[in-house]
């Protein structure tokens, strides 16, 4: 079974999918502000903190689809598909500092000074609202992520924990927190409303800090992992060691280097051990077999680089290399 290795290019998909969401909330941000301030609810103060961080978030994650998305050039030969993942790590800061910092000071504050719950009412229909436009934009994210799981034949979990497509993970993850939050700050309003007490209020803020919290870890430990160099999954490189065995004139693959570059985008280098006796015409027909299989089986590879390398046993008949 396939885990989440580079699939086939979704680039407008996922930028669709990012926009739908930073509108969706950047529309949300805005009344649960005016909800909370009319309320004096610091649960949906939270909240609308939390809809501000995924706003900026998604700004940041279309910066990273944009920039990522540029071409190979002289200053950059390997293009700048990283450069979606220190965007997407930023935007996993934003989530931190913006969301969970202020939620839980709020919750703090409210635990510790006390306040007077105001009228629900309003927050509740605003909650309403924002869950419904929520639910919408997860539904785009989901379905995005589980096209691609199923076109990679991936378990639909196992692909988000392990997508290289870190904004689709980013949205899904953070609406999904984001309809989470919304069920803790109605538990904090109503238990507020059922007791007087602004001591519910203060834990929902608290639970929501929490939450942001975690969803802020879980994206930047993914996105700082890529950045620092992940391989293609096992089964992939299984699958591209035989696809290079199986070429004529390749006795061994000594050593084989795979690195995930972007979600659609993937480097392939090896020590290849040719027969001795192939000629220089013949080693180079097979380099380039070698890359046309590797392409084949894994379209999202884009660069194949082979070091033709003689075999240990070889290296040790025939000792150092006397040349200077």
């Not at 502000?33 to 961080?53: N, R």
Request: net charge negative.
């Amino acid at each position: 079974m396939a885990e989440a290795a580079p699939g086939p290019d979704r680039g407008d998909e996922s930028v669709l999918t990012v926009v739908v969401a930073a509108v969706a909330n950047l529309g949300i941000a805005l009344a649960k502000a005016v909800a909370g301030l009319i309320s004096g609810s610091s649960a949906m103060l939270s909240e609308a903190a939390h809809s501000v961080a995924d706003t900026v978030t998604e700004l940041m994650l279309l910066t990273a689809l944009k920039r990522s998305a540029r071409p190979a050039d002289e200053e950059h030969p390997l293009g700048h598909g990283p450069e979606r993942y220190i965007w997407a790590l930023l935007a996993a800061v934003a989530t931190f500092v913006g969301g969970a910092v202020f939620s839980l000071y709020d919750g703090v504050h409210t635990l510790v000074a006390g306040e007077e719950p105001g009228d629900p009412l309003v927050s509740y229909v605003v909650l309403g609202v924002a869950f419904l436009l929520e639910g919408l934009s997860l539904r785009t994210g989901v379905r995005q992520a589980r096209g691609e799981a199923e076109s990679l034949g991936t378990p639909f979990r196992r692909y988000l924990r392990r997508t290289p497509d870190t904004a689709v993970k980013a949205v899904v993850m953070e609406d999904s927190a984001a309809l989470v939050g919304l069920l803790l700050a109605a538990g904090g309003l109503l238990g507020g409303q059922l007791t007087g007490s602004g001591v519910w209020d203060g834990l929902a803020s608290l639970c929501i800090g929490v939450l942001l919290l975690y969803v802020a870890w879980v994206l930047g430990r993914s996105n700082a992992e890529l950045l620092i160099g992940r391989p293609l999954p096992k089964p992939a490189r299984e699958r591209i060691r035989a696809e290079l065995l199986a070429v004529e004139h390749v006795e061994a693959v000594l050593e084989l280097t795979t690195l995930v570059q972007g979600p659609r985008e993937a480097l392939v280098a090896a020590k290849v051990d040719f027969r001795d006796m192939s000629t220089a015409a013949q080693v180079e027909w097979a380099c380039e077999q070698a890359e046309q299989r590797v392409r084949e089986a894994y379209p999202a590879v884009s660069r194949v680089y082979l070091d033709p390398t003689p075999g240990r046993a070889r290296r040790r008949e025939e000792g150092p290399d006397p040349s200077p």
